[in-house]
């Protein structure tokens, strides 16, 4: 049973530049969460995804966007990188919205210079 | 502002013995608890959860308690063991919101000695 995949593992960009992480759900699920993870911080809220919408969306600005596919995977899009955009950058995944249990995965590293 | 605060970066502990890891809140609307732990190079993974109509809930050697007035919990690992050495993070949602919408605190870095 596969659980939660991201790619790519690390990556590293300069400012100004655009990246699209990627993730796919644990089998079975439908709706997808994006995290962000500064060093030393808790994960943050980006946003969620389910039934290829975004449902609720944390503090970020409009560079942060996202897509859900049919099946169920998701792309998280940033645009205009910035230095403080660095950071693993984390995909959860649940069964309907309303479930406390996430799926992490382990995460895209992003280092922006 | 930090909604969930977790005050102790670290906490060190002899294997056998308890270890307590606290979290405390500030945004009422907070009725749902998570326990998280990550360790190195891996997502982290769900370890224990509580509702707020709940103080108490135990999961073998994990329980976390919670004490809804102190804006307040906690999270009991007994025995602890060496394989419990991660980091772990408390989470809250508020009904209203998905609960796929977790707030983190910063995390605490428990480290079990043989």
């Known amino acids: 049973d596969a659980g939660v995949t991201q790619s790519p593992t690390h990556l590293i960009k300069t400012r100004g530049q655009q990246v699209t992480l990627r993730c796919s759900p644990k089998?079975?699920?439908?709706?997808v969460s994006w995290y962000q993870q500064a060093l030393g911080q808790g994960p943050q809220f980006i946003f969620q995804y389910y039934e290829e919408e975004e449902r609720q969306r944390g503090n970020f600005p409009d560079r942060f966007s996202g897509h859900q596919f049919p099946n169920y995977s998701s792309e998280l899009n940033v645009n205009a990188l910035l230095l403080g955009d660095s950071a693993l950058y984390l995909c959860a995944s649940s069964l309907g919205e309303n479930t406390g249990e996430l799926f992490f995965g382990e995460g895209s590293r992003l280092t922006v210079l | 502002d930090q909604q969930v605060k977790q005050n102790s970066p670290s906490l060190s502990v002899q294997e056998g013995r308890i270890s307590i890891l606290n979290c405390d809140y500030t945004n009422s609307m907070f009725d749902y608890f998570l326990w998280y732990k990550k360790y190195p190079a891996e997502g982290p993974t769900f370890l224990i959860s509580i509702s707020s109509i709940k103080d108490k809930n135990e999961d073998g050697r994990f329980t976390v308690f919670l004490n809804k007035s102190a804006k307040h919990l906690s999270l009991h690992i007994v025995p602890s063991q060496p394989g419990d050495s991660a980091v772990y993070f408390c989470a809250a949602s508020a009904s209203g919101t998905s609960y796929g919408k977790l707030t983190f605190g910063q995390g605490t870095i428990l480290t079990v000695h043989p």
């Open positions: 089998s079975g699920h439908d709706t």
